[in-house]
């Protein structure tokens, strides 16, 4: 069973560039049947799909986030990783990482996530 | 932007049925799935692709489909089911992923 292991500083500054890292085991980042995946919830709020990436490299971004988005993927390390620039009091948020299993016939199953890790912006 | 509406609230009554509705323009071609999130806990995932049921998921929770809407349904409604519960579901083109803004269910 994959496991996903968010990891990053907890407390951003605003305008700076906030950096997550999910390390991935139990299974091959380079799988083919796995989209990696980046979710983020403010506090007392909704979940908000930020993002995901194929083992390729091909990304995928939320339209509302794209031009602050960068997501890559290090498959020597088994980890992916989130780059949200510019960053402001609104991106306050538990941050959670994702795998979505995809079937032979292309359709999304079931998926993992990791615990969560709370980034916190403020000067 | 694509967008899923879900409504804020259901109560039920515990043993009651629930149903738990999400809209949205593309969901006659895309799949639904549907999350449960207790506070403090990372989401569940308790239906796919409308209303598949992952293993380990109670057979009280059942999805469905039609037109422009689908409804999670948790039968028998237990105390533990009280949670925060979300669609999701892809834009017509899959491009991106979307969340409905989520419905708190209430066991009376």
């Known amino acids: ?123 | 932007s694509y967008e899923l509406t879900q409504p804020p609230s259901v109560s039920v009554s515990p043993g009651q049925t629930a149903r738990i509705t999400c809209s949205g323009d593309a969901l006659p071609k895309q799949y639904a799935y549907w999350y449960q999130q207790k506070p403090g806990q990372a989401p569940v995932l308790v239906i796919y692709k409308d209303s598949e049921r992952p293993s380990g998921v109670p057979e009280r929770f059942s999805g469905s489909s039609s037109g422009t809407t689908v409804t999670l349904t948790i039968s028998g409604v237990q105390a533990e089911d009280e949670a925060d519960y979300y669609c999701q579901s892809p834009d017509s083109g899959v491009t991106y992923w979307v969340f409905g803004g989520g419905t708190k269910l209430t066991v009376l």
């Open chain 1, 1 to 123: 069973q994959v496991q996903l292991q968010e990891s990053g500083p907890g407390l951003v500054k605003p305008s700076q560039t906030l950096s997550l890292t999910c390390t991935v085991s139990g299974g091959s980042i380079s799988s083919g049947d796995y989209y990696w995946t980046w979710i983020r919830q403010p506090p007392g709020k909704g979940l908000e799909w930020i993002g995901y990436i194929y083992y390729s490299g091909s990304t995928y971004y939320n339209p509302s986030l794209k031009s602050r988005i960068t997501i890559s993927i290090d498959t020597s390390k088994n980890q992916f990783s989130l780059k949200l620039s510019s960053v402001t009091a609104a991106d306050t948020a538990m941050y959670y990482c994702a795998s979505y299993y995809y079937d032979n016939s292309g359709y999304r199953l079931f998926d993992y996530w990791g615990q969560g890790t709370l980034v916190t912006v403020s000067s």
